[in-house]
Structures are given as structure tokens and as C-alpha cells.
């Protein structure tokens, strides 16, 4: 199993562009996640889904938008990038929301210039 | 909403010491709380978890203890090491969804 994989590891935006953060799993994992990381501040819920064609916003969601299609693939879509989005994104997943250990992908450096 | 609150921001201790970091949570509801350990460049991983229905679980030189009256957690690491050194995240699970991370502890441990 290749766990929770993303792409692409580092990025470098011009403000005003969009992009996606591309996330999947093949634990068959129906819970999946979006954090943002940033000095100081720990990791903050972006979007989460419980399921496919279920998702819902976390602490910090605006900016972003997320779809979840299928239970493998959970995108970040930036829409108009700013400064304030340079952070570290780090996508998870569990087997079920609430219950067992939630495994999290390598990680996006993403610069907003 | 669930809030972490997590103690020292930083803590430096010598080879063989014992390192206590401590968390706070605010929702009652809590039932689930992990503690993540991430190396420098790395993705946060597992160390040790534990549920609302246990107050203390160790696995060779780290524990957790959990007060639910007082609703707070401390993680323990016994005979540290200097790869111990990462930082650590402790974080809480309301069942409702979303797991809440507290907002990390860099533990340098010197030789």
C-alpha cells in the first residue's frame, strides 16, 4: 500500500492564481482531511468528507474549496491564491470518521508570491 | 467548537532526562486523543493514543495520562534520547468528526 500520497510537493504561486492539491488513499479509508501548517499555530482543519460526496468545512475553510467523488481521491482546489495561503498542506484520512488512527500524506509546501 | 491548548511551546532537556508535555481540551464530549510526533521535513505520525475510558497507557518510554475531570492529557517520555528530538503534537477527537490538533511542543534533546 502506497498509504496517502500527494502531489505535487512543492509549489510556487503568483497571487491571484488557482490551483489543486491533489490527494488519494488506497486504504479504503472513508475519512478524509485537509490541514493547513503554519509556525506557531499547529494543524488547522481546512475540509474534511466522511464520505464520497459528503464534505464539509473545518476551522479554516475560506479560500478553499475540496470534492470528493470517490472514496480514493479528496482534491484542494485554491481558488484566487494569496500571500496568507503559503503554509505547509498536509491531507489524512482514517477508516472512519471518529475511530482509528488517522494517517497523513508527505505534505505540499506551497509558496503564494 | 473543541479547543487544545498545549504546554511548553518548547522544552529542552539532556539525554536520559524525562520530557512531560501537557494538554488541555475544552469539549467534555472528547472521547479519543492522540499524540503525533513530526520530524523536522516529515509528515506527523502516531506515537500513542488513548481513549476517554482509560487514564493511562504506556508503550516502552512514552505514556499518556488522561484527567477527564480536569479534561486534560500530559504525554510523558521517559530516558530521552536524541532522537527523540521532533515536535509533538497532542490532539483531540469529539467523535464529531473532526480531530483538533493542539498547536505543537519542539522537544530538543541534547547529548
Known amino acids: 500500500n502506497a498509504g496517502v500520497t500527494q502531489t505535487p510537493k512543492f509549489q510556487v504561486l503568483k497571487t491571484g492564481q488557482s490551483m489543486t492539491l491533489q490527494c488519494a488513499q488506497d486504504?479504503?479509508?472513508?475519512?478524509m482531511s485537509w490541514y493547513r501548517q503554519d509556525p506557531g499555530m499547529g494543524l488547522r482543519l481546512i475540509h474534511y468528507?466522511?464520505?464520497?460526496?459528503?464534505?464539509d468545512q473545518g476551522e479554516v475553510p475560506n479560500g478553499y474549496n475540496v470534492s470528493r467523488s470517490t472514496t480514493e481521491d479528496f482534491p484542494l482546489r485554491l481558488l484566487s491564491a494569496a500571500p496568507s495561503q503559503t503554509s505547509v498542506y498536509f491531507c489524512?484520512?482514517?477508516?472512519?470518521?471518529?475511530?482509528?488512527?488517522?494517517?497523513f500524506g508527505p505534505g505540499t509546501r506551497l509558496t503564494v508570491l | 467548537g473543541e479547543n487544545v491548548e498545549q504546554h511548553p511551546s518548547t522544552l529542552s532537556v539532556q539525554e536520559g532526562d524525562s520530557a512531560v508535555i501537557k494538554c488541555t481540551y475544552s469539549?467534555?464530549?472528547?472521547?479519543?486523543f492522540p499524540w503525533y510526533k513530526q520530524e523536522l521535513g516529515k509528515r506527523p505520525q502516531l506515537i500513542i493514543d488513548?481513549?476517554?475510558?482509560?487514564g493511562e497507557k504506556k508503550d516502552q518510554r512514552i505514556a499518556v495520562t488522561l484527567n477527564k475531570t480536569a479534561k486534560h492529557f500530559s504525554l510523558h517520555i521517559t530516558e530521552t534520547q536524541p532522537e527523540d528530538s521532533a515536535v509533538y503534537f497532542c490532539a483531540a477527537d469529539t467523535g464529531f468528526q473532526k480531530l483538533v490538533f493542539g498547536t505543537g511542543t519542539r522537544l530538543l534533546v541534547s547529548p
Open positions: 468528507s466522511v464520505g464520497a460526496g459528503i464534505t
Open positions: 489524512a484520512s482514517r477508516r472512519l470518521a471518529g475511530e482509528g488512527e488517522q494517517f
Open positions: 486504504m479504503n479509508h472513508e475519512y
Open positions: 469539549d467534555s464530549a472528547s472521547n479519543y
Open positions: 488513548i481513549r476517554s475510558n482509560v
